[in-house]
Nanobody, 124 residues
Framework: VQLQASGGGLVQAGGSLRLSCAAS????????VGWFRQATGKERELVAA????????YYTDSVQGRFTISRDNAKNTAYLQMNSLEPSDTAVYYC??????????????????WGQGTLVTVSS
């Protein structure tokens, strides 16, 4: 399984970015996809997750109402639209996938497949 995250960059506070996660797997449409982030000196945390059919989504409290996760199974791609960005959103963002169910939305150790990460820097 290969995941390729992209779309990170430098943005001013209040701005927006859209992250993409391209998956080169046949079973992507059965996978739960999560976006995680890891700031310097902090543990990796789950930011958002989406089920295979987009029926269920999860957001951590700090991004609720500002971030939107989505997916296009026909394109084997997931997205994270990030609006009203704050300096505290600065981190390396990773997309991850887990196949076969299990806990929802899952923890870091529950996700089997990981992308390489894309850096998001929000300036004040």
């Amino acid at each position: 399984v290969q995941l390729q995250a992209s779309g990170g960059g430098l943005v001013q506070a209040g701005g927006s970015l859209r992250l993409s996660c391209a998956a080169s797997i046949h079973s992507f449409n059965r996978a739960i996809v999560g976006w995680f982030r890891q700031a310097t000196g902090k543990e990796r945390e789950l930011v958002a997750a989406i089920t295979w059919g987009s029926r269920d989504t999860y957001y951590t409290d700090s991004v609720q109402g500002r971030f939107t996760i989505s997916r296009d199974n026909a394109k084997n791609t997931a997205y994270l639209q990030m609006n009203s960005l704050e300096p505290s959103d600065t981190a390396v963002y990773y997309c991850a996938a887990k196949i076969g169910g299990g806990t929802w939305p899952g923890r870091v150790i529950d996700y089997e497949y990981w992308g390489q990460g894309t850096l998001v820097t929000v300036s004040s």
